[in-house]
Nanobody, 126 residues
C-alpha cells in the first residue's frame, strides 16, 4: 500500500520560514517523480516544485528563489524549505508521487497525472 505523510506545516508571519517534510512508504520511492502541490481556500490547486528521480528540481515562478525541494532516497523523505513566506503562500500543501513517464506532465499542472497524494499539511502566513 503506497502512502505519503506530510508534516511541518504551521502558522508564521510574513518573511519567516517553514520546512515541510514528507515520508513515503510502500513503493520504490527513488523511482518516482516527487512534487509539492498546494491549494488555497477558494482557489484551484497548483503545482509548486518537483524533483525528478535523478534529483533535478524545477520550481513554479511564484516560489523560485524562495523555496528549495530536496529528497533523501535512503530515508524516503521529501523536503520543502520555504523561506521569505508571503500571505499568498498560505495553502494546504500536498506531497505527491508520479510515475516517471508522466513527470513532465505534472509541471505547471493541477495534478491530474499524480499517482499518490498525501493528506496535506496546512501553511498559514499572516
Amino acid at each position: 500500500h503506497v502512502q505519503l505523510v506530510e508534516s511541518g506545516g504551521g502558522s508564521v508571519q510574513a518573511g519567516e520560514s517553514l520546512r515541510l517534510s514528507c515520508v513515503g512508504s510502500g513503493y520504490t520511492y527513488s523511482c518516482y517523480c516527487l512534487a509539492w502541490f498546494r491549494q488555497a481556500a477558494g482557489k484551484e490547486r497548483e503545482w509548486v516544485p518537483s524533483i525528478s528521480f535523478d534529483g533535478t528540481p524545477m520550481y513554479a515562478d511564484s516560489v523560485e528563489g524562495r523555496f528549495t525541494i530536496s529528497k533523501d532516497n535512503t530515508k524516503t523523505s521529501l523536503l520543502l524549505q520555504m523561506n521569505n513566506l508571503t500571505i499568498e503562500d498560505s495553502a494546504l500543501y500536498y506531497c505527491t508521487a508520479t510515475p516517471p513517464r508522466f513527470c513532465h506532465l505534472t509541471i505547471g499542472s493541477r495534478g491530474g497525472y499524480v499517482d499518490v497524494w498525501g493528506q496535506g499539511t496546512q501553511v498559514t502566513v499572516s
